[in-house]
């Protein structure tokens, strides 16, 4: 049982970095011709990154934005909160709280991710033509994956 709540906490801390490096990472889409890549903020070409994102301004984007930040935000309160009732509640409880918090990180991930796949990972938006899903896509799915297993996890197990 040890072992099995250290294991959730080691992946609960991996998936709080992988969460903030998908998010300040911006490299969501990249040019298969090498030319870039683009995330939720900047507009990336091997000279460096600048502002000139073209849908910089759409509400979508936006959406995407915040549901990542919240989503980091409800995964650092989640493992607070785990590590608190870790030394706080008494035994034979589960870790409720944190559970419930990291479902609602896992739904802020959900809606997130899945407003960028819709609108903006694709290369012709982007004009990027080929173009491949950059790392932090690819994390942010992953974390996706983690926090539901976590947050039930959280649920299910009691503390011994
Ligand atoms: C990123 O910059 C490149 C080069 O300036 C441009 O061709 C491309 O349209 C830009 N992409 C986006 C999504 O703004």
């Known amino acids: ?15 709080v970095i992988m969460l903030f490096v998908s998010t300040i990472a911006n490299v969501w889409v990249v040019s298969d011709l090498g030319t870039g890549s683009v995330g939720l903020w ?27 930040i919240l989503s980091i935000i409800f995964s650092v ?23 419930a918090t990291m479902l609602v990180c896992w ?14 990972a694709n290369g012709s938006i982007n004009n990027y033509e080929p173009s491949h899903h950059g790392y932090s896509f690819i994390l942010t799915w992953i974390c996706f994956c983690f926090s539901f297993i976590i947050g039930i996890l959280y649920l299910v197990l009691r503390k011994k």
Do not use: P, W
């Open 107 to 120: 739904l802020c991930v959900m809606v997130g991710a899945s407003i960028y796949t819709h609108h903006y």
């Open 1 to 15: 049982m040890l072992v099995l709540l250290a294991s959730i906490f080691v992946v609960h801390i991996a998936t």
């Open 77 to 99: 309160i989640s493992l607070v909160v785990f590590v608190f009732q870790l030394f706080t509640m008494e035994k034979g409880n589960r870790f409720f709280l944190s559970g």
């Open 42 to 68: 900047k507009n990336c070409t091997s000279g460096g990154c600048g502002d000139n994102l073209s849908y910089a301004g759409e509400d979508a984007l936006k959406a995407v934005q915040a549901f990542m």
